[in-house]
């Protein structure tokens, strides 16, 4: 299994950036796949989430309305379109695969390298 997050850089407050997981090694498309990120000093939180299908999407509050996670099947690739980036956004960022709910993080059992996301202010 192999999750390969880029797209990760040094942005100034404001800007927008987007990642990319590439997936292989399992039936991505049968998977839910979710974004979470670590700032230095703080625990993993989960940013996003999305189902299998693409049809159903979760975001962690403090991302809602300038995040958007997406999927493309025929890729095996989900992004994470990230707008009106802030300081506090500023983490590695990381993508995982789960078989089980893609809503709840517990169930997220295969993980990828991190892309750092800078937001400066």
């Known amino acids: 299994v192999q999750l390969q997050a880029s797209g990760g850089g040094l942005v100034q407050a404001g800007d927008s950036l987007r990642l990319s997981c590439a997936a292989s090694g399992f039936i991505f498309s049968v998977h839910g796949m979710g974004w979470f990120r670590q700032a230095p000093g703080k625990e993993r939180e989960f940013v996003a989430g999305?189902?299998?299908?693409?049809?159903?999407?979760y975001y962690v509050d403090s991302v809602k309305g300038r995040f958007t996670i997406s999927r493309d099947n025929a890729k095996n690739t989900v992004y994470l379109q990230m707008n009106s980036l802030k300081p506090e956004d500023t983490a590695v960022y990381y993508c995982?695969?789960?078989?089980?709910?893609?809503?709840?993080?517990?169930?997220?059992?295969?993980w990828g390298q991190g892309t750092l996301v800078t937001v400066s202010s």
């Open positions: 999305i189902s299998w299908l693409g049809g159903s999407m």
């Open positions: 995982a695969a789960t078989k089980g709910r893609y809503d709840v993080q517990q169930t997220y059992d295969y």
